[in-house]
């Protein structure tokens, strides 16, 4: 199926099963945007109060029509809460003139407005579906219609200190402390250009009734929209004939972008031109169809979606299934702390885990959808990426990513394990600073490796594996500040754990070798996976000795010259090791162990291998690491032994 069918059979499945799966859709019709101003009327006294809407209170859906939702530069009211410009009778009398003209014009948009909503109270006063509460229904509409045409909201509102007049009584977007007013701050407008939203108050709430959220009025209104005439075609989703939709709805991203992932206005240009006669052939959608896709998208996003710069990654099933999410850490809201999830046992969590969506949510034959959408140019919603795909080759694919790519990280001097999230792999890879534009664009094409089951691109792995190659650059970015070893140590073995993590992976799929996690290859004779067990023995000895005689307060010969040691090995390797040579004779009892290790190393490289100096490969990180966790573990052994002997 299409990703507007499957979005349509959504909307239609939510809305079937709304209250068993406790969720709140939008209602048929309408839309989400953002009201600044909300107006308190009562039905007998008329106006009440007004104020500016809380930030957390932003988001309000209102009743549209398919002409007002897409509306631009034209003149289209919305049919019950629209902006000051629309709603404000005399608005144009406390205009300043340019040209002999009102700068706040708006005599047409007042009547478009009046005729939106007057349209609407006759529709109600028609009608004959007795499911809903019709009077209560005609009591809100006329109520702020009777206020409207009394044309005194611009006084009410200069009253409450929303608005504000000038010396000459002209409306003024400066304050008493000739400040721009608060109502311009928070819209990030013009005044005229703010929503207005209106509460109907009582004698039993005088706070006023919600009356958007009236399931009585949305039942109006939904009738009221299925009563107006539409030209009738072939819908293209759904293959019946039905009443089409030539605007389709906007404020698909969010309540403030007018971005649409549908349209055909362009009948300038060459959009359909040469193939098709008019727009209609191109694409011709159900006005239904199209409603209920979009509202079904917006709430997907709005619930599901993860956001990276603005860029929308959504995987949503074809029923409110429960899907884990490429990106994160499974483990994120599970119970099990880091202790529980050791090396041994972190592939048989993810299984676990994964089988449980398995079992509980989805059939075999179950679909799920992924989706990726941008807004590269204002007015527009781009699909970047769509993918249907069966529930179970993407849970395999899921568990698949994980496994290949866990490895043992650090964190306040615990050790744990864990895949990296696409996030740490980016910073990893650019750093923290990494600009929107790389960053949204390096999350897809990660994001589309997992879900496609392709190879990590290679790019990727180059940069993780030079940042990981050189530690010192974080002694750099960290020398004025605080803590600076403590932090600059942390940062450089996140980034080691995750170049680490994603090569193990690279390296499984571009060779379909089972490099198996940190355990050590002593019988492994590639070149680049000896010259990193070498290093991590140099580092390793240091490390110990500067630490019983300077307290560990410098880095290592191994850590200042790995950079240098990743591209000429064989060169690099004379130095470090003379380096360490001093310090080989100061570890104790760790002596023999050592020289031991390094000449066992050594005696693996075949013939010419060792004197080769090119480049080492991204595997010998692999090894650096590995070799080092194993050294751990051995001087654990060597001292416990030592102090049993004791």
């Known amino acids: 199926m299409s990703l507007l069918e499957n979005l349509y059979n959504y909307y239609d499945y939510m809305i079937e099963n709304e209250k068993d799966l406790d969720i709140e859709l939008e209602p048929f019709g309408f839309t989400t945007k953002k009201a600044y101003v909300d107006i308190n009327l009562n039905r007998d006294k008329g106006f009440i109060s007004a104020n500016l809407v809380d930030e957390d209170e932003y988001k309000t859906i209102i009743p549209a029509t398919s002409d007002s939702q897409s509306r631009t530069r034209g003149i289209i009211a919305h049919p019950l809460f629209d902006t000051i410009q629309y709603i404000s009778k005399n608005l144009e009398e406390y205009s300043t003139f340019k040209n002999k003209k009102p700068i706040l014009e708006n005599e047409d948009h007042y009547k478009s407005y009046i005729e939106e909503l007057s349209s609407f109270i006759k529709s109600v006063e028609k009608d004959s579906d007795k499911s809903y509460d019709k009077e209560k229904v005609l009591s809100y509409l006329n109520t702020i219609k009777n206020y409207i045409e009394s044309g005194s909201i611009i006084d009410d509102l200069v009253k409450e200190k929303i608005l504000y007049l000038d010396e000459n009584q002209k409306l003024t977007n400066k304050d008493e402390n000739n400040e721009k007013i608060e109502l311009e701050k928070i819209s990030s407008g013009n005044f005229e250009k703010a929503l207005v939203k209106f509460r109907i108050s009582d004698k039993k709430n005088k706070r006023g009734y919600e009356i958007e959220k009236d399931k009585d009025l949305q039942i109006a209104y939904y009738n009221h929209l299925k009563n107006q005439k539409y030209e009738k075609d072939i819908d293209y989703i759904t293959g019946e004939i039905s009443p089409i939709s030539t605007k389709h709805q906007k404020y698909i991203l969010n309540a403030g972008s007018g971005a649409k992932l549908i349209s055909s206005n362009d009948t300038a240009n060459f959009s359909f031109k040469g193939r098709f006669i008019d727009d209609q052939e191109a694409l011709s959608i159900g006005y239904y169809t199209s409603e209920k896709a979009h509202m079904a998208l917006r709430y997907l996003i709005k619930n599901q979606a993860s956001r990276q710069k603005e860029r929308v990654f959504l995987i949503f099933g074809n029923e409110n299934q429960s899907i884990p999410k490429i990106g994160g850490n499974l483990f994120d809201d599970s119970d099990l702390e880091i ?74 001097g615990q050790y744990y394990n864990e895949t990296p999230r696409i996030k740490e792999i980016i910073e990893s890879a650019y750093g923290k600073m990494v600009n929107d534009s790389l960053y949204k664009n390096t999350y897809e094409r990660l994001f589309i490796s997992i879900v496609d089951g392709r190879k990590i691109p290679i790019d990727i792995v180059k940069k993780l594996y030079q940042r990981a190659s050189n530690p010192m650059s974080f002694e750099k970015d960290n020398k004025k500040k605080k803590d600076n070893k403590k932090k600059k140590e942390y940062e450089y073995e996140k980034v080691l754990s995750v170049a680490c993590s994603v090569i193990r992976n690279f390296y499984i799929n571009r060779k379909e070798k089972e490099y198996n996690y940190m355990t050590l290859e002593y019988e492994n004779k590639d070149r680049s996976y000896l010259y990193g067990r070498l290093l991590a023995v140099a580092d390793e000895v240091e490390n110990y000795a500067i630490y019983i005689k300077d307290a560990g307060k410098r880095t290592t010969n191994a850590k200042r010259y790995m950079s240098s040691f990743s591209r000429s090995p064989y060169k690099i390797w004379g130095i470090i090791h003379n380096a360490i040579l001093p310090y080989l004779d100061t570890v104790g009892v760790k002596t023999n162990y050592y020289n031991e290790l390094l000449e066992e190393i050594s005696s693996k490289f075949n013939e010419d291998d060792f004197s080769n100096n090119k480049a080492l490969e991204e595997n010998y990180l692999l090894s650096y690491y590995s070799q080092k966790y194993e050294i751990r573990q051995r001087i654990k052994e060597l001292s416990k032994k030592n102090k049993e002997e004791k």
């Open 339 to 412: 202790k529980d999830i050791t090396r041994r046992n972190y592939a048989e969590k993810i299984n676990s885990m994964l089988n449980g969506y398995r079992k509980k949510e989805f059939k075999r034959e179950d679909n799920i959808n992924i989706l990726i959408l941008d807004s590269p140019v204002p007015g527009r919603v781009s699909v970047l990426y769509y993918k249907e795909i069966n529930i179970n080759d993407y849970l395999d694919k899921l568990e698949k990513w994980y496994i290949d790519t866990f490895w043992e990280f650090k964190y306040k």
